[in-house]
């Protein structure tokens, strides 16, 4: 059974840092590239970073950018996110997405073939 299985949201007070991993099972992580994806109540879904198959490249948006790391360690079938400099904007549902391809600017999570369930991050003090 293919899964993506996030962890690792929580609170956090503004300029914190939580650390997300996406574990994956069911299929071959290594021949797939990962991208972290976000929605916060009302507004557009996001995506933060994503990260190529054997984690050779890596997009981060431009919110994001500086302050969040992609990783990814396919032989423990894992893919992390840390967040660093947490600001009460980064509030959202992350979820991670696998694809066969990797996308320079990630594109949609429609484009991935398989999706996580997402975990909830909350900026706040």
């Known amino acids: 059974q293919v899964q993506l299985v996030e962890s690792g949201g929580g609170l956090v007070q503004p300029g914190g840092s939580l650390r997300l991993s996406c574990a994956a099972s069911?299929?071959?992580?290594?021949?797939?590239?990962i991208g972290w994806f976000r929605q916060a109540p009302g507004k557009e879904r996001e995506g933060v970073s994503c990260i190529s198959n054997l984690g050779y490249s890596t997009y981060y948006a431009d919110s994001v950018k500086g302050r969040f790391t992609i990783s990814r360690d396919n032989a423990k079938r894992t893919v992390y996110l840390q967040m660093n400099s947490l600001k009460p904007e980064d509030t959202a549902v992350y979820y991670c997405?696998?694809?066969?391809?990797?996308?320079?600017?990630?594109?949609?999570?429609?484009?991935?073939?398989?999706r996580g369930q997402g975990t909830q991050v909350t900026v706040s003090s």
């Open positions: 997405a696998a694809s066969p391809v990797f996308r320079s600017s990630c594109g949609s999570p429609y484009d991935y073939k398989y």
């Open positions: 069911g299929f071959t992580l290594a021949n797939y590239a």
